[in-house]
């Protein structure tokens, strides 16, 4: 039976990435000039129209959140350097998106509490996803080895993986220690790539 094919054409994905990245950006310069954040205010900064730039944030809160924490991610070519693998950048990229929600999980706690509320019209606003531009630029470095259907699954198993998502699955509701959580979370990791890409 063929893959049915999944929605949003990764072209799209990209340009909705660059404009998040583009407002994100508009708010650290906010941030960094010690002004107020607001929706409009980090629009403005990098040319993007207000309408526009609600459909990505309508709490000037979470931006302020999600900007500050995007200042601490380490480029992608650090995170994957010494990989020589496909297997082992993808499992470098799960293990260091687990390690940064655990570094800074008091931060990301607060992001996701707000990031999860609905607006006022009942709306809860897109996620930005670096895990996932990280996972398909790992892809994309080995020529894109799997059908594309394939590889938005493997993507997001990756995601779902790692991350403070996987990090409050664990700890909050399975109730793994935090010190053994990379070791549990490489397991789930590692069943996942063996999967798609065969045993290393």
């Known amino acids: 039976m063929p893959d049915r094919p999944l929605p949003a054409p990764l072209g799209r994905d990209k340009q909705r990435n660059r404009t998040r990245q583009a407002l994100l950006e508009g708010a650290r310069q906010l941030l960094a000039q010690g002004e107020p954040v607001t929706v409009?205010?980090?629009a403005a900064r990098v040319g993007i129209s207000r309408a526009t730039a609600y459909r990505y944030f309508s709490d000037p809160q979470t931006l302020a959140i999600e900007a500050g924490l995007d200042l601490?991610?380490?480029p992608y070519a650090a995170v994957v350097e010494g990989s020589a693998t496909l297997h082992a950048r993808?499992?470098?990229i799960a293990d260091y998106y687990l390690r940064l929600a655990l570094e800074n999980e008091d931060g990301f706690r607060q992001f996701i509490a707000h990031a999860a509320a609905p607006d006022a019209s009942g709306s809860i606003a897109?996620?930005?996803g670096r895990r996932v531009d990280y996972f398909r630029?790992?892809?994309?470095d080995f020529g894109d080895p799997?059908?594309?259907?394939q590889a938005r699954r493997l993507v997001a198993q990756l995601s779902a993986a790692t991350g403070i998502e996987a990090l409050i699955a664990f700890v909050d509701v399975a109730r793994i220690p935090q010190a053994q959580l990379p070791a549990v979370a490489a397991e789930m990791v590692e069943a996942i790539l063996e999967?798609?890409?065969?045993r290393q």
């Not at 630029?137 to 994309?140: F, H, I, S």
């Not at 999967?195 to 065969?198: E, N, P, R, V």
Request: cysteine-free; proline content about 4%; charged content about 15%.
């Open 90 to 92: 993808l499992a470098a």
């Open 40 to 42: 409009s205010a980090a």
């Open 137 to 140: 630029q790992a892809l994309a």
């Open 195 to 198: 999967h798609h890409l065969g």
């Open 146 to 149: 799997l059908p594309e259907a």
């Open 72 to 74: 601490r991610v380490t």
């Open 126 to 128: 897109r996620r930005g």
